[in-house]
């Protein structure tokens, strides 16, 4: 079947750390990836996406490229502030298929 | 404009009560998703309206009852809940619901069952 495994949280970082949450799947065909991230007692907000192998979804300092031969889509960031502590869910979507599939969440924290 | 809102924000109902979620979006989307998340947990499939017809049912109980009355509209009409649902409740949409459809999600209903 077609699932997500992200690293297992909670992560801590002092600001300006650099930031790596892997994240792999299982799917058939060439599915789409998804990075999204939710704060304390808010929604998902997307952060990046990425729709076909070896392309690059970038958003606010954080980066994920998506992977064919590993199957990944590790999310990185060069420089973690506090404000981006919260939870960062990766997601898989199939073609033809309305399902998004997430991955368990990994918890940031990012001390000062 | 790429809101999607959720009312109530909270929800506290009894057992017994007759409630319903509501979600709107005004993006023109036309596929529209209930989620359900337990805390410290990922959202997990509910329900897929695609054109306003109920095209995914992930075998939810029956004590959950979606409506899509319109494009811009997805309700979650529930009644005699178990303690056990209580959890954050969301709504989202996407443009058509193809694969590469990013899905807009509101800020969820928060619902208790005492």
């Known amino acids: 079947g077609n699932s997500v495994t992200q690293m297992e949280g909670p992560v801590t970082l002092s600001e300006e750390a650099f930031l790596t949450i892997n994240c792999t799947y299982t799917?058939?065909?060439?599915?789409?990836l998804f990075w999204y991230v939710q704060y304390p007692g808010e929604g998902l907000q997307l952060l990046l996406k990425?729709?076909?192998?070896?392309d690059k979804g970038s958003n606010k300092g954080f980066e994920a490229t998506y992977r064919k031969e590993t199957t990944s889509f590790h999310l990185e960031k060069g420089s973690v502030q506090v404000s981006d502590s919260a939870v960062y869910f990766c997601?898989?979507?199939?073609?033809?298929?309305?399902?998004?599939?997430f991955g368990a969440g990994t918890r940031l924290t990012v001390k000062p | 404009d790429t809101e999607v809102t959720q009312t109530p924000k909270h929800l506290v109902m009894g057992m017994t009560n007759k409630k319903s979620l509501k979600c709107e979006q005004h993006?023109?989307?036309?596929?529209m998703y209930w989620y359900k998340q337990k805390a410290k947990k990922p959202p997990e499939l509910m329900f897929v309206?695609?054109?306003?017809?109920?095209?995914i049912n992930e075998s939810v109980p029956s004590r959950f009852s979606p409506e899509c009355p319109n494009s811009s509209l997805l309700n979650l009409h529930l009644h005699a809940l178990q303690p056990e649902d209580s959890a954050l409740y969301l709504c989202?949409?996407?443009?058509?619901?193809?694969?590469?459809?990013?899905?807009?999600f509101g800020p969820g209903t928060r619902l208790t069952v005492l």
């Open positions: 309206y695609s054109y306003e017809k109920l095209s």
């Open positions: 997601a898989l979507k199939r073609q033809n298929n309305n399902d998004m599939r």
């Open positions: 990425a729709t076909k192998a070896d």
């Open positions: 993006m023109g989307h036309r596929a």
């Open positions: 799917a058939t065909g060439y599915p789409s």
């Open positions: 989202a949409s996407s443009v058509t619901g193809g694969a590469t459809d990013t899905q807009y």
